[in-house]
């Protein structure tokens, strides 16, 4: 097949997988990965906004600012300018033995060339995504953790409930819930913070809650501060109010140092 049919076809495979519903066509990228019982297979997807890589490593940010979160290897120089794509995000699933054992996520960059892995192509962010939010709510906990992180960076794709579900699943391990927790901090939206406030004062697993208090300083300054002051003077754990004060200080924002400067001048 020469370049031009490739595209074409590529294009008619697109434009029939959007007319069916997400679900049904996140089944079918589902049941084609689970075909493979031994292997590497591959798919591609539309990045969020603000979502950029260079395959190896990649950026994401929540306003399309240059706040955000990086991952990978930075040496902190800048004696070269990077060049980073905006996507698309790369997805690779590890099977061993009929199972799901990793799921790997890159960003931007080119596949290299291999014969011996299934590749599934471009396909709908929105069935990946739904795909791999159900991998992250049912799935083992490496292959979960890494299924929250491609999830999260697939376009048009609301991965908040999912998140606080698993989050709240006591049938999880703690690494599974705190990785859901993290990546709630990542998620655009106004009910983020008032969501990740509720976990911290749930009654119950303490890190999971410090994990949600250190969450959410990670949140703009207009969000974050409020809540961490809140916590601060009201939550009724201890250790917990301490962590929230912990997060405050960190911070730079003039509510967050003011607030200190109150309490430390208090007798």
């Known amino acids: 097949m020469n370049a031009p049919t490739k595209?074409?076809?590529?294009a008619v495979t697109l434009v029939l997988s959007s007319s069916l519903p997400a679900s049904a066509y996140a089944q079918s990228i589902g049941s084609r990965i689970d075909a493979v019982r031994d292997g590497r297979v591959r798919l591609t997807f539309a990045a969020r906004s603000g979502v950029c890589g260079n395959g190896n490593s990649w950026y994401r940010s929540r306003d399309g600012g240059r706040s955000g979160q990086f991952n990978g290897m930075w040496n902190g120089g800048n004696d070269v300018e990077n060049n980073c794509e905006q996507g698309p995000v790369r997805v690779v699933v590890v099977r061993e033995a009929g199972d799901t054992k990793?799921?790997?996520?890159?960003?931007?960059?080119r596949w290299r060339a291999d014969t011996g892995i299934t590749d599934l192509g471009a396909v709908s962010a929105v069935a990946a995504g739904t795909w791999l939010l159900s991998q992250a709510e049912r799935g083992a906990d490496r292959p979960s953790r890494g299924a929250l992180t491609a999830a999260t960076l697939a376009d048009s794709i609301d991965a908040a409930p999912t998140l606080l579900r698993i989050a709240?699943?006591?049938s999880r391990s703690q690494e599974v819930k705190s990785s859901a927790v993290n990546w709630l901090g990542?998620?655009?939206g106004d009910r983020?913070?008032?969501?990740?406030?509720s976990i911290a004062y749930e009654p119950g697993d303490r890190e999971l809650r410090r994990t949600a208090i250190n969450?959410?300083?990670r949140r703009p300054?207009?969000?974050?501060?409020p809540a961490l002051i809140k916590m601060a003077e009201s939550l009724p754990d201890k250790e917990l109010r301490r962590t929230a004060v912990q997060a405050l200080a960190r911070n730079k924002?003039?509510?967050?140092?003011?607030?200190?400067?109150?309490k430390v001048g208090k007798p």
């Open 215 to 217: 969450t959410i300083s």
């Open 186 to 188: 990542e998620v655009v």
């Open 192 to 197: 983020v913070s008032s969501t990740l406030d």
């Open 253 to 262: 924002d003039p509510r967050a140092m003011a607030w200190i400067e109150r």
């Open 7 to 10: 595209g074409i076809a590529l």
């Open 221 to 225: 300054a207009d969000e974050a501060v």
């Open 168 to 170: 709240k699943d006591d």
């Open 102 to 109: 990793e799921i790997r996520t890159y960003v931007g960059g």
